[in-house]
C-alpha cells in the first residue's frame, strides 16, 4: 500500500521529532494535540531543529522550508481520518492510547495502518481494542528522532505481512534501520535500556554515587554519550517509571523494581527536562544536579 498522508497524534518531545523525519522525507503531516500550546511548540522545536541540520549542512534551507510546509496541525483528532497511516506517540499510559484509537477508529478508512510509538505496552492488547489487528503495528522511534537511527518494528499477534512489508519500506524512506522485536514487555531496546537507567537511580537511592559521579564514570568509564540520570531526565522520568512499571507487571520479577525514589521524583512532578526539573535543574543557564 502506498503511504502518503501520516497522522501524528500527540505533539510532545516524539511527536514532534516524528512528525519532523515525515516531513522532511516528504510525507504530508498532520500533527494532532488536545493542547493548541503543545501544537505551537512542536512546530517551534520542528524549526529549530531543522536550523540546526541547515548549519551542519545535513539538508539545505529550500528543503527544510519544504518540510515546514507539509506539516499541518489540528485539535480534532476525525481530521486524521483521510490519512494513510497513523502514528500514535501520546503520553505512555495505556488507557490515554485505548481512549485515542476508540475515538479515532470511526473516522479512518479501512485500509489505514494503526501504529503505536508506545515504548514498553503490549502491541497485540493494543491491538485488540482496534478493528484492525492485522493493520497494527509497534513502530518505536528513538529520542532525539531526526538524530537516532533506529526504529524499533513490532508484531502483535495478528499483525499481518503487507502491514509489516509497509512499514520495513517506510523506515527506509526516512534513512533509518528498523530492528524487528518481537511482543514482549518494553521489546528490546528498553528492556536493556530502562534497568540501566533505574539501576543507576537506585546507585544515587544507595548513596554510592552523586549525580554528577553517576554520569561522569558512565560517559567517561562506559563511553555512554551522556549519563544514565541525564539520559533519564532526556526521556522523561514519567516515561521511565512507566516503562519499570509495565515491565514489572508484565514479567512479575522482582529484578524490574522501579527505585522509590524515581516513584518520588515523579510524584513530585520533577520529569526532567520537559518540566525543567528532574536529575538536574534546568532552570538557569548550565543543569545543576538536585542531589
Ligand atoms: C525511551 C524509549 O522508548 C527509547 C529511547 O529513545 S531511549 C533514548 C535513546 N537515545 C539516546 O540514548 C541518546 C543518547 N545521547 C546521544 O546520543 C547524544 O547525546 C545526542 C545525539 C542526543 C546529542 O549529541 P551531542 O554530541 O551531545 O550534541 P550535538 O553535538 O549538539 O549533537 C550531535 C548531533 O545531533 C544533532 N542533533 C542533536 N539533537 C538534535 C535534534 N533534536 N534534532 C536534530 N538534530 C539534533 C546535532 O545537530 C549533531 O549533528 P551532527 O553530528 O550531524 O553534526
Ligand atoms: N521520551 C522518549 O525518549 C521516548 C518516548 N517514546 C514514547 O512516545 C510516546 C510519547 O512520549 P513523549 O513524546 O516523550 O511524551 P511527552 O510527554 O513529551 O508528550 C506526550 C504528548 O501527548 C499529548 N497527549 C496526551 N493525551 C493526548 C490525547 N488524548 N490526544 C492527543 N495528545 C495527547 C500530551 O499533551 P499534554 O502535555 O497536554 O498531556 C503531550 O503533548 C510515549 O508512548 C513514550 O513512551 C518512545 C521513544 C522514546
Redesign the pocket.
Known sequence: MEITKVGVVGAGQMGN?IAHVFALAGYDVLLNDISQDALERALDTVRR?LE??IA?E?ISEAEAQAAVGRIRTTLKLEDLGGTDLVIEAATEREDVKNAIFERLLPHLKPETILTSNT?SISITRLASRTDRPEKFMGF?F???V???KLVELIRGIATDEPTFKTLLGVVESLGKTAASAEDFPAFI??RI?MPMINEAVYTLYEGVGSVKSIDESMKLGANH??GPLE?AD??GLD?CLA?MNVLHDGLADTKYRPCPLLTKYVEAGWLGRKTQRGFYDYRGETPVPTR
Open positions: 521529532g531543529n540546526r541540520q551542519r545535513k515504548s518505536h528513538m529520542n532525539p531526526p538524530v537516532m531496546v528498553n535500556l554519550p551522556m539520559l532526556f526521556i516515561t516503562i
